[in-house]
C-alpha cells in the first residue's frame, strides 16, 4: 500500500472532557469475523488484521468493539492483532448490554462476567473505554453505574461510556452519577449522520451541556453516503437492501431500500454532497464525514471498512483539508430535519435570547 503523507495523517483529539486523546476518526470492528445473520462484508482474521495494519499506517489509535460483534470474534480478532502491538499506543472501547452466550442486560453480575471475558479474548489486563451498548429496563442505572466505577477503581477500566439511549436516559446517567459521586461518562457512541440528525433534538444537546463527546457511528448509512447508490435505481449488491422488507432495520446502519427510495430530502442530501465533492475532488463519502468531523462536539466518527481501497477513502477525510462555512450550511439546511413540537417554539422563542456564556443549541433552526 501507498505511504501516507504527513499532512494526511490522523489527528487527535480529546475525548469530552476526560485527558485521552482519540484519532479523529476510530475504526469499528462490526465487519470482523462471520456474522450469524450472514451480512455481508464480513472478514476473516487474516484480513481484520490487514485492515488494523493499515489503520495504524494512517495514524490511528482508536479501535472500537463490542462482545456482541460476531459472537466474541471482533474481540478475537483485535486481541490476537493486538498481543502483537505495544500495548500503550492503542484506545480499546468495547460495550455490554446485548444477548450473549452469558446473558444480557447491565446488571453487577452481567458486567462482571461479560468484562472478564472481553479482556480475555481481547488479550488485554484493561479497556480504555467501556461503553453500555443500549438502556436496560431491567436493572436500575445506579447498578450499572456503580459497577462500571467499580471496574474503574479496579483498574480493568479506564474510562466509561454510553451507546444508543435517549436524552432523558443520557441526563439521568450524567446526574446519577454526580449524585452518587461516580467518575462520570466521558462519551456517547449514537447514530448521527447527514440522514440520521434526529439525535441532536435531545442526547446532543445533554453532550453540549455536560462535556460528553459524541462518536457518531454509521455515519454513511450503511453505505447510503458513500456515492455508490442512484435514485430510482435499486441496488443489486451492497449492505443497503441486505435487509430488504426487514422493517426493524429501517433507522439501523443498513435500511431497507423501499424506506429510501422515495424520500426526496435523502435523495437531495445525496446531490449535495455529490456536487460539494465534485467541486472539492473529493470522495462522497469523504464530504459525508468531513461535515461530521467538524461538528465541535465530535471528537471522532467511528467508521467501518470492507476493503483497503474503502478505508483508505474513509480516512482520507480526516485531515489536510475542511470544508468552508459556506459548504457546511449548505449541508446543515438540505439535512435538516423536521423539527417537531416542543423544540421548534423553545427554539424559535429563545433565538433572541443567546446567551454568550450558555451553550448554544446544534440545530440551524436555534440560529
Not at 118 to 131: F, M
Not at 255 to 271: A, H, L, T
Not at 352 to 360: D, H
Amino acid at each position: 500500500m501507498a505511504a501516507v503523507p504527513a499532512e494526511s495523517r490522523l489527528s487527535y483529539n480529546f475525548l469530552g472532557r476526560s485527558g485521552l486523546k482519540v484519532a479523529n476518526i476510530g475504526l469499528g470492528t462490526l465487519t470482523f469475523g462471520e456474522s450469524a445473520n450472514k451480512r455481508p462484508g464480513q472478514a476473516t482474521e487474516e484480513f481484520s488484521h490487514q485492515v488494523l495494519d493499515r489503520y495504524v499506517q494512517w495514524g490511528g489509535n482508536f479501535i472500537d468493539t463490542a462482545d456482541i460483534y460476531s459472537q466474541g470474534q471482533s474481540e478475537k480478532f483485535i486481541g490476537s492483532w493486538l498481543a502483537k502491538q505495544s500495548r500503550e499506543q492503542f484506545v480499546i472501547a468495547t460495550k455490554v448490554r446485548v444477548t450473549t452466550p452469558i446473558g444480557v442486560g447491565l446488571s453487577r453480575r452481567h458486567i462482571v462476567n461479560s468484562i472478564q471475558r472481553s479482556l480475555e479474548r481481547l488479550q488485554t489486563d484493561y479497556v480504555d473505554l467501556y461503553q453500555l451498548h443500549i438502556w436496560d429496563d431491567g436493572t436500575p442505572i445506579e447498578e450499572t453505574l456503580r459497577a462500571f466505577d467499580d471496574l474503574v477503581r479496579c483498574g480493568k477500566v479506564r474510562y466509561v461510556g454510553a451507546s444508543n439511549v435517549t436524552g432523558w436516559q443520557l441526563q439521568k446517567i450524567v446526574c446519577t452519577s454526580e449524585k452518587l459521586g461516580l467518575n462520570p461518562l466521558v462519551s456517547l457512541q449514537q447514530q448521527y449522520s447527514l440522514v440520521c440528525r434526529e439525535t441532536e433534538f435531545e442526547p446532543l444537546q445533554v453532550c453540549k451541556t455536560e462535556g460528553i463527546g459524541v462518536l457518531p457511528w454509521s455515519p454513511l448509512k450503511g453505505g447510503l453516503l458513500s456515492g455508490k447508490y442512484i435514485r430510482d435505481t435499486p441496488p443489486t449488491s451492497g449492505r443497503l437492501g441486505w435487509a430488504r422488507g426487514d422493517v426493524k432495520r429501517t433507522n439501523e446502519s443498513s435500511p431497507d431500500w423501499s424506506s429510501i427510495e422515495g424520500n426526496d430530502q435523502i435523495w437531495n442530501i445525496i446531490d449535495t454532497v455529490l456536487d460539494i465533492a465534485k467541486a472539492r475532488d473529493k470522495s462522497v463519502a469523504q464530504v459525508s464525514l468531513r461535515w461530521l468531523l467538524q461538528k465541535d462536539i465530535v471528537p471522532s466518527v467511528i467508521i467501518g471498512a470492507t476493503t483497503l481501497k474503502q478505508l483508505d477513502d474513509n480516512l482520507g477525510a480526516a485531515s489536510g483539508w475542511t470544508l468552508s462555512s459556506e459548504e457546511m450550511a449548505r449541508l446543515d439546511e438540505v439535512s435538516q430535519p423536521g423539527v417537531p413540537y416542543p423544540y421548534e417554539i423553545i427554539w424559535r422563542l429563545n433565538r433572541s435570547r443567546r446567551n454568550p456564556y450558555q451553550s448554544s443549541y446544534l440545530v440551524s433552526n436555534s440560529d
